[in-house]
């Protein structure tokens, strides 16, 4: 029997840039469940591998497709050995456009803001020129390029598009149900939506949770979750997963290995690590501490910041941690003359919020694991070793930067005793 376990009204805190066949134009449907199953499997893989590298063992990708389709019932798309086939899922995400709540509170953010912002200067080839509203919703960014040639982008306002997303289950057991609902919840404050969305673009404010289910017998808003408690307890209800309570791979020595899929391990700080950003004073809003960490990835906008800490001069020696491009430098030289190009995206995850069911201010999710290309960049091969500096180079950047403007807390894991 299938049942809505969890309802939630939405809406985008900040610009959301989602695909459509045309790339210069947003999706006029704007949010899909497709982009929300997809980061919703992402982020409960990592919390698989979490556990399970906690445990000892270094999960292949492919174990955790497994874990999270088949046993927590997302779905699974591969043939076992046993001659299995796929599992459809247990879950259907419905995502329908609703009004702007008659009480809600829109946060005050200057549209010029967006002309500054990385990854819109990224897609229209430079800085745009100007910034034209297209609805109430829209606005169009144009910029001339070579020959004279105008390129556009087009995008969502922050806090613009409100939704109901509802989630649907056929789940009888209470624990997979609940690991679930909180991995769902957990990926939508980590991490954006569409085009950018590890850089903070398509952040999802949750306005209100209209249905929830009972987690160990109370609901969710009378938990008093922060995002810190959320992820405490997605991590501990996936630890009641039959997969990996008896896990069934390989145990391998982890002092030397990084995990082979970026995992969200309690146990290991130079593994994983959350930050929580915030404002020290009411003169700086949500939106500013989104807008300057934005724009933390990117090498050039980082030298035009005024009294950058030196420290982060360093960073420039492992620039590639905050994302190897799709086309640009990082290239393989092959036989015949041909080059094949890397991508690598970011183990940096940015997400900024402004509501108050799970907390304010910008989150960064910082990851280290196993799977880079094997290539040179800069005369070092990366390997476990580059990796983990990068991973110490980045957090201490980080730490120095925000130090300067805004109250940062490293949220998660806890202090280990």
């Known amino acids: 029997m299938i049942e809505e376990i969890l309802r939630l009204k939405v809406t985008n805190f900040t610009p959301l840039l989602v695909g459509w066949y045309e790339p210069n134009i947003v999706d006029p449907i704007g949010l899909r469940p497709t982009e929300l199953k997809g980061i919703w499997r992402w982020w409960a893989r990592a919390f698989a591998c979490g556990v399970l590298y906690d445990r000892g063992c270094n999960p292949l990708p492919s174990d955790l497709v497994k874990i999270v389709g088949k046993d927590l019932g997302l779905g699974y798309a591969g043939v076992n050995i046993g001659g299995k086939s796929a599992m459809p899922s247990k879950y259907i995400i419905r995502v329908n456009e609703t009004f702007e709540p008659t009480n809600f509170k829109k946060a005050s953010i ?224 092959k036989e015949g003359g041909k080059s094949e190009e890397w991508r690598r995206p970011s183990p940096v995850i940015l997400s900024a919020h402004d509501n108050k069911i799970f907390g304010n201010g910008a989150f960064l999710t910082v990851l280290a694991s196993a799977d880079w290309p094997d290539i040179m960049i800069n005369g070092k091969q990366i390997d476990s070793q580059q990796i983990g500096d990068a991973k110490k180079t980045f957090e201490n950047c980080l730490k120095a930067y925000c130090s300067t403007k805004y109250k940062i807390t490293r949220i998660w894991p806890r202090r280990l005793k």
């Open 110 to 333: 200057n549209k010029t803001d967006l002309k500054e912002l990385q990854r819109i200067v990224l897609l229209l080839g430079g800085r745009p020129e100007s910034l034209e509203p297209n609805n109430a919703e829209k606005v169009i960014l144009k910029r001339r390029g070579k020959g004279g040639v105008e390129r556009t982008l087009e995008l969502y306002l922050p806090q613009s598009r409100f939704y109901t997303i509802s989630l649907f289950s056929t789940e009888s057991d209470s624990n997979k149900k609940a690991a679930a609902v909180l991995s769902f919840l957990s990926a939508i404050m980590l991490m954006g939506i569409g085009k950018g969305g590890r850089r903070g673009l398509g952040s999802l404010d949750i306005i209100e949770i209209e249905k929830q289910p009972e987690i160990n017998g109370k609901r969710i808003n009378e938990l008093s979750l922060k995002v810190e408690d959320l992820v405490d307890k997605t991590y501990e209800h996936f630890r009641n997963l039959d997969s990996i309570k008896d896990p069934q791979c390989t145990k391998k020595s982890i002092d030397k290995n990084l995990p082979n899929f970026p995992c969200l391990s309690k146990n290991h700080e130079d593994i994983t690590s959350i930050y929580h950003v915030e404002a020290r004073d009411e003169s700086k809003k949500a939106f500013d501490v989104f807008k300057d960490l934005h724009n933390l990835f990117n090498l050039s906008m980082r030298s035009r910041e005024r009294n950058f800490p030196k420290i982060c001069s360093n960073l420039k020696e492992y620039d590639w941690f905050l994302g190897i491009p799709r086309k640009g430098k990082y290239k393989e030289e």
